[in-house]
């Protein structure tokens, strides 16, 4: 059973197009985090959100946790080509940093940035 | 050079072949994870360890097994390789309990076919 929901699962747009990932589930969980994989390449984490309604910008990505901490999403201004690549939400189950903390992954969207 | 290094990256193999893939990591973590990949599902946990000689299942163990050899080593073994475990395989690496900020550090990946 896959617990947490991405949307859309493609997406092509123009450079300096704006555009939202959505990460959605029934369960609440302790954190969620965003990675960014590119081709060949394994994810490299972007964020890590541990406050439900938290906003966090990095440059031109905002990313936010739902105030029930069930959801989440990353916001891109004015994308460029160096955006393309799987963006995962991961949500954190058990006490964040702790033993018992596992990740469990979205089903990702896949970014593509025409210049 | 990468931190966490996976061999092969790439494998064809047949039906019913014994493959093992391996990973270790300079990075000095305690805890090391396999997970696997495939288009539309993300990422799912194969198999865990927390430490030297700990085994943990993750979600979708059956058809795998794993051995930590040392800190730094842990290898996914398909005893008896079947097509529908053509996929990309990632390692990854997480500091222990008192360092950890939730944060998966991945592999480059190893992409394995099974014909």
């Known amino acids: 059973t896959q617990l947490l929901e991405q949307s859309p699962q493609f997406l092509s747009i123009q450079e300096g197009e704006n555009l939202t990932v959505y990460c959605n589930s029934s369960?609440?969980?302790?954190?969620l985090q965003w990675y960014r994989q590119e081709p060949g390449e394994g994810p490299v984490l972007l964020v890590t959100?541990?406050?439900?309604?938290e906003v966090k910008k990095l440059k031109r990505l905002t990313f936010q946790f739902g105030d029930a901490r069930k959801d989440s999403s990353l916001h891109i201004t004015a994308a460029q080509p160096g955006d393309t690549g799987l963006y995962l939400c991961?949500?954190?189950?058990?006490?964040?940093?702790?033993?018992?903390?596992?990740?469990?992954f979205g089903t990702g969207t896949l970014l593509a940035v025409q210049p | 050079d990468a931190d966490v290094t996976q061999t092969p990256r790439n494998r064809i193999t047949k039906t019913g072949k014994r493959i093992m893939l391996e990973c270790s990591q300079t990075?000095?973590?305690?805890?090391m994870y396999w997970y696997r990949q495939d288009p539309g599902l993300g990422l799912r946990l194969i198999y865990y360890?927390?430490?030297?000689?700990?085994?943990n299942k993750g979600e979708i163990s059956d058809g795998y097994s794993v051995s930590r050899q040392a800190q730094a080593k842990f290898s996914l073994s398909l005893e008896s390789a079947i097509p529908n475990q053509t996929a990309l395989y990632f390692c990854?690496?997480?500091?222990?309990?008192?360092?950890?900020?939730?944060?998966?550090?991945f592999g480059e990946g190893s992409r394995l076919t099974v014909l």
């Open positions: 990854a690496t997480r500091p222990g309990q008192y360092t950890n900020t939730g944060e998966l550090f």
């Open positions: 369960s609440v969980f302790s954190s």
């Open positions: 959100v541990v406050t439900g309604g």
């Open positions: 991961a949500g954190g189950r058990g006490d964040y940093g702790g033993a018992t903390n596992k990740l469990i």
């Open positions: 990075k000095g973590h305690d805890r």
């Open positions: 360890s927390f430490d030297v000689k700990d085994i």
